[in-house]
Nanobody, 125 residues
Framework: QVQLVESGGGLVQAGGSLRLSCAAS????????MGWFRQAPGKEREFVAG????????YYADSVKGRFTISRDNAKNPVYLQMNSLQPEDTAVYYC??????????????????WGQGTQVTVSS
């Protein structure tokens, strides 16, 4: 069993930055592929970024490419999402998720095995 806890959300002005962290329990965390998703009020949960277990491949939604960076430090556990040039449309609850299988369909939220509780990100204009 894996438990995920997100942190780092908050209120920021447009153009600002935040860094989200996802800490995981479980000794096998370092072998999981990981993803970040977000859900805005009245909208479906959407893929934001993904990273393979070894950190060698990263994937991004078009809407965040060039502004967000996903990274991981398997020695220290967390997965990070650095968010720069934030815009009001980035306002959402952000979730991290763990994906056990090596076949990493990173955009498909239904294939992820474990989820955190989410952290709120609010970007004011």
């Amino acid at each position: 069993q894996v438990q995920l806890v997100e942190s780092g959300g908050g209120l920021v002005q447009a153009g600002g930055s935040l860094r989200l962290s996802c800490a995981a329990s479980g000794r096998t965390f370092r072998i999981y592929n990981m993803g970040w998703f977000r859900q805005a009020p009245g909208k479906e949960r959407e893929f934001v970024a993904g990273i393979r277990w070894n950190g060698h491949s990263t994937y991004y939604a078009d809407s965040v490419k060039g502004r967000f960076t996903i990274s991981r430090d398997n020695a220290k556990n967390p997965v990070y999402l650095q968010m720069n040039s934030l815009q009001p449309e980035d306002t959402a609850v952000y979730y991290c998720a763990a994906y056990v299988s090596d076949n990493f369909y990173y955009r498909d939220s239904a294939r992820y095995d474990y989820w955190g509780q989410g952290t709120q990100v609010t970007v004011s204009s």
